[in-house]
């Protein structure tokens, strides 16, 4: 069975998870939308407070809103998801007849359903003459009789706001009860009628809606009838990602941010399963802000990647370059790094940058305890022959400066022409790395090239540019407080250029010491 691959996965094609696929579609990723064909709204011929599309069919919004979504290259198929599983790089969604896709982005916008209080004839007249919100469909029966059932304490809320469109409400307050005196007397004197015994049935008259009747023989004629359904969270599919619910709220809907971000880094959630009592355009923005939230986390992704292809690029050159050769180097110390170090009492010390070993062994044989790390795998192991062929203990390690330098405490840190031929190589950062592993007492030694040889007319465009070490320890930012100022100097080595000639090289200094 094929398993296709998305950008991102919207769960529920409804204003919010529609909404969030618009802006998934136009930031040009690939999206697919698994819509269950259940809307909430479905049972309403005519949605209002919608700006724009006062009175439009809920379902010519959804028709319309999937044409949209087309236009931009997203698909919607239906389906019903049965299971969200968690492979880390991505997530598995598979449905109930079996399909697997997966994402790297998952928007949840489906999953609430209204339990309806249990009254013979009302689950049937629900979305016409049974309403629930006086925003949505109180206009279109003000003036006329109206009914409200309460489903719990917090209905009277309800029965105050419906008493707005009309001066003809009957409350029906058996979930309520007992009311407060405060609510008895605001209920009494905005004329509201209170009828607390429970409702048993709606009387339907034809196809109208006629009386409520209650279970004292009692029959209340209405022409409407207003109930808060309890909202239900059908997320049984995404148990496995442990998203964190709000416990407080009816219906314990999902702890989303304002972008839709879940306790899931790969999961964002939009709509009712967030909000439960949301309109359309709460749900229709709330889903904007989802599908633009995972894009951005997407683009940041994307980013990582790159640098880290960017990374694993820079470190096969470097293995590519030492493996090409029996040797890269001279495999004499760096004369100003041993000068500097010269001056040092032995200690602990990690070499950033070690190549074939030079600097290490020189440093070993001078009575200190080393660790080496190099990119290349060939270069270290030529470090570690070089160690062993001189009897010396030095701990040669072929790892990444950015991101993987060993852990611990070092009296020294050094690092001698740690340089790469990319523009952005990261060479600040890893000297901030270093800083971290100094211990306190110790220092951080970096030897750089300062400027170009002074032989090179030219030098190639695609050249990182060569810092003092005053430049560079501004980039830095060393605390003064913290840090000690040593040395940040100009050095003149002495050397011969590609013809023979005297000549020499500026090498930068920058020493620093870790106060006590």
């Not at 209905?155 to 105050?160: A, F, G, L, R, Y």
């Not at 470090?383 to 070092?410: Q, S, T, W, Y």
């Not at 340089?419 to 007492?441: N, Y």
Request: with cysteine; proline share 6%.
């Amino acid at each position: 069975m094929e398993i296709r691959d998305w950008d991102a996965v919207v769960v529920g094609g409804g204003a919010a998870g529609l909404s969030a696929a618009q802006m998934l579609g136009r930031a040009r990723r690939r999206t697919l939308v698994i819509d269950a064909g259940a809307p909430r709204n479905r049972s309403a011929a005519h949605m209002h407070g919608v700006l724009g599309h006062d009175g439009l069919d809920p379902a010519e919004l959804l028709a319309r809103g999937r044409s949209e979504v087309a236009a931009y290259g997203v698909a919607v198929e239906t389906g019903a998801v049965a299971a969200v599983d968690d492979l880390g790089d991505r997530l598995r969604l598979t449905r109930a007849d079996g399909t697997v896709d997966t994402a790297r982005a998952v928007v949840l916008a489906a999953g609430v359903v209204d339990e309806l209080p249990a009254v013979a004839g009302l689950a049937e007249r629900w979305g016409r003459d049974v309403l629930h919100c006086p925003y949505c469909h109180g206009y279109e029966v003000a003036g006329s009789r109206l009914g409200v059932i309460a489903t719990s304490p917090a209905s009277v809320h309800q029965i105050e706001l419906v008493r707005q469109w009309s001066d003809d409400v009957t409350a029906f307050t058996a979930a309520a009860q007992p009311l407060d005196p405060t609510v008895s007397a605001r209920l009494a004197a905005r004329g509201i009628r209170v009828v607390d015994a429970p409702v048993s049935a709606l009387e339907v008259s034809e196809d109208r809606l006629a009386a409520v009747v209650t279970a004292d023989g009692g029959r209340h004629e209405v022409d409407a009838v207003f109930t808060a359904p309890a909202p239900r969270m059908e997320l049984g599919f995404a148990d496995s990602l442990a998203l964190a619910r709000n416990a407080d709220m009816p219906g314990a809907p999902l702890v989303a941010d304002m972008t839709g971000a879940t306790s899931h880094p790969r999961v964002w959630a939009a709509g009712n399963i967030v909000q439960p009592f949301g309109n359309v355009p709460l749900s229709m923005g709330s889903g904007s802000m989802a599908g633009a939230g995972a894009n951005a986390a997407l683009v940041a992704e994307d980013a990582a990647q790159a640098v880290s292809a960017r990374r694993a690029e820079r470190n096969a050159g470097w293995e590519q370059r030492y493996a090409e050769s029996d040797r890269f180097w001279s495999g004499r110390v760096n004369a100003t790094t041993a000068a500097v170090v010269a001056d040092l009492a032995p200690g602990a010390v990690l070499e950033i940058g070690c190549g074939e070993g030079a600097d290490a062994v020189w440093l070993a044989e001078h009575g200190w305890t080393v660790t080496a790390v190099d990119v290349s795998e060939t270069a270290v192991a030529r470090g570690a022959a070089a160690a062993a062929a001189r009897g010396l203990a030095i701990d040669f390690r072929a790892v990444d400066a950015v991101g993987e330098l060993p852990e611990g405490e070092f009296d020294l840190v050094v690092s001698s022409f740690l340089h790469s031929w990319e523009t952005d190589f990261p060479r600040i950062g890893i000297l901030h790395s270093a800083l971290d592993r100094v211990a306190p007492g110790g220092r951080m030694l970096a030897v750089s090239h300062a400027a170009p040889p002074p032989w090179a007319r030219e030098l190639p465009a695609h050249m990182p540019p060569m810092l003092t070490p005053a430049e560079e320890l501004a980039l830095l930012g060393a605390d003064p407080e913290v840090w000690e100022v040593e040395r940040a100097e100009l050095v003149a080595r002495v050397t011969t250029d590609p013809d023979g000639n005297p000549a020499h090289l500026d090498d930068g200094v920058l020493l620093l010491r870790r106060r006590s």
